[in-house]
């Protein structure tokens, strides 16, 4: 469960995420702007690049698989070009001004490679249950409570994710992205039948009288019933954005390859392929191949809460003698509906670091904007008299849900939600990469159906309605706080 000061702690989280993203952002841009002279002695560099010809001259001709050889005199083979991988790049795109001009035939400028890519996530989730006040008593409160008095559906289920994306530009700077999460909805339920033992009863606070009153469901002598309640909850959310590199930088061993871009002069072949790092992972780069990366995003977010708590009692008096002639039939039903639907601007920072095969990317986001909150109230008694022919009679109203508070009810607020996040994947190939990680949400004042229920009520605004009854249960909005997180497992393909 998360403290009360949840919100206040998701700021400072995003906060301290912002900062240290910042600052190695900064540290990236440093070991970039190195001068060669500060290469530690006995490092093995490579040797001097032949200057290039003028234009015009006829380029030598090297056969397919011949070795080059380096000024140490040890051969290497030439690494496959993976063209086939960015055919646009393959065409001869140049990547622009931020990559130095350079055609990259071994990967993109500052990205992984694949124009494209599909992530597909499953979560265990957990969110904060609603509470729900004692709704099926053995009579009169402080009488034993069978069902309520709880917080519920605060067990984790399951859910899944999806995201698509795909670059607009060759260099893997600019992006657009888009993702939607349905978590299952979680049902809480309860059912009693009983013949008078044990006694059932529906507890309210009798304003009139000034004392706590219920309403008999099965008691002996009196009445036989069932009651039948549920309390459901749902949530979802979905977003567009796009996401921009800030900064980029990328490293082989102890060479820095900011400045040269990520192209062949950089880190591809001479720098972070075979040569440099070791085994090549197909468009990656090496085993010591290190790189880190900042993105800004920005975009349009969707979330959705909904959640309803329906009881519905059916009776049958057994009492002789009585006001109500034996054998007749109640049927009451109570409905209590609640929604959030939030609609806003998303910004926030995203963090990747890779070594080798393993990555870690943090998360931290927040989403401004307006929350649309309704509540709809809804009953009705239904009552059937056993005479010849049977008079049935429906009257607007349950118990908790009466004349004087049911309806449509709704309001607009503005909020902010913010998210953060940290995952740790491992590229199995070039194309393929398995993550693991974990999530949180927090979402301040949402309508919540269980705190719409008013249980103070004037027992003549029961049905049939009695002359001179008063305003009770009267409608308020009553808000809480709702958070979300989850432990997250998924693959992402790119293509």
């Not at 930088?249 to 880190?267: D, T």
């Not at 309803?308 to 009585?322: A, Y």
């Not at 190939?429 to 705190?451: C, F, K, P, Q």
Request: glycine share 12%; net charge negative.
């Amino acid at each position: 469960m998360l403290p009360k000061n949840a919100a206040g702690v998701c700021y400072v989280c995003f906060a301290i995420l912002m900062v240290c993203s910042l600052v190695l952002s900064g540290a990236g841009v440093a070991a970039e702007a190195e001068p060669a002279e500060q290469i530690e002695p006995g490092l093995i560099v490579d040797p001097p690049m032949e200057p290039i010809p003028p234009e015009g001259t006829p380029a030598e001709d090297t056969p397919a698989g011949t070795r080059a050889e380096s000024g140490s005199g040890e051969y290497l083979d030439l690494l496959q070009s993976d063209a086939d991988l960015y055919p646009d790049l393959a065409e001869g795109e140049v990547c622009g001004e931020s990559c130095d001009d350079i055609v990259y035939f071994e990967q993109p400028n500052c990205g992984p490679p694949g124009e494209y890519w599909f992530r597909g996530d499953y979560l265990l989730m957990w969110t904060k249950g609603s509470y729900l006040p004692p709704l099926v008593t053995t009579g009169p409160l402080p009488s034993t409570v069978l069902f309520g008095d709880r917080k519920i559906n605060q067990s984790g289920r399951s859910s899944f994710r999806a995201t698509i994306g795909w670059w607009i530009d060759s260099c893997h700077d600019i992006a657009m992205e888009g993702d939607y999460l349905d978590s299952s909805r979680k049902l809480t339920s309860y059912k009693s039948i009983s013949a008078g033992d044990p006694v059932l009863a529906r507890p309210y606070y009798d304003t009139f009288n000034d004392l706590q009153g219920a309403q008999a469901i099965a008691v002996p002598g009196l009445a036989v019933g069932c009651v039948d309640i549920r309390a459901s909850d749902f949530y979802e959310s979905a977003g567009a954005r796009m996401r921009y590199n800030l900064a980029w930088l990328e490293a082989c061993g102890e060479v820095a390859c900011g400045g040269m871009g990520c192209g062949e002069m950089g880190c591809g072949e001479m720098g972070c392929g075979e040569m440099g790092c070791g085994e090549t992972v197909r468009g990656f780069g090496g085993f010591d191949k290190r790189t880190f990366r900042l993105d800004f995003i920005a975009g349009y977010r969707y979330h959705r809460l909904n959640d309803n708590v329906s009881i519905r009692e059916d009776i049958v008096s057994t009492g002789v003698g009585g006001p109500v002639i034996p054998g007749t039939m109640f049927n009451v039903r109570d409905t209590f509906r609640a929604g959030n639907e939030f609609n806003g601007g998303e910004i926030g920072l995203i963090t990747e670091y890779t070594r080798g095969r393993w990555s870690i990317e943090l998360l931290a986001k927040m989403a401004l904007g307006v929350n649309h909150q309704y509540v709809r109230i809804d009953g009705n008694t239904t009552i059937t008299t056993p005479t010849d022919p049977l008079v049935t009679a429906t009257h607007q109203g349950g118990l908790y849900a009466l004349r004087t508070n049911m309806g449509w009810h709704s309001k607009n607020e503005f909020t902010v939600i913010p998210q953060l996040g940290a995952e740790l994947g491992y590229q199995v190939t070039g194309g393929l990469r398995l993550y693991a990680g974990y999530h949180i949400l927090y979402w301040a004042d949402v309508l919540r159906s269980a705190d719409q229920i008013n249980q103070s009520i004037d027992p003549r605004n029961i049905p049939p309605v009695l002359a001179g009854a008063g305003p009770d249960p009267t409608f308020a909005f009553e808000s809480s706080n709702f958070w979300a997180q989850g432990l997250t497992a998924g693959f992402e393909i790119r293509y």
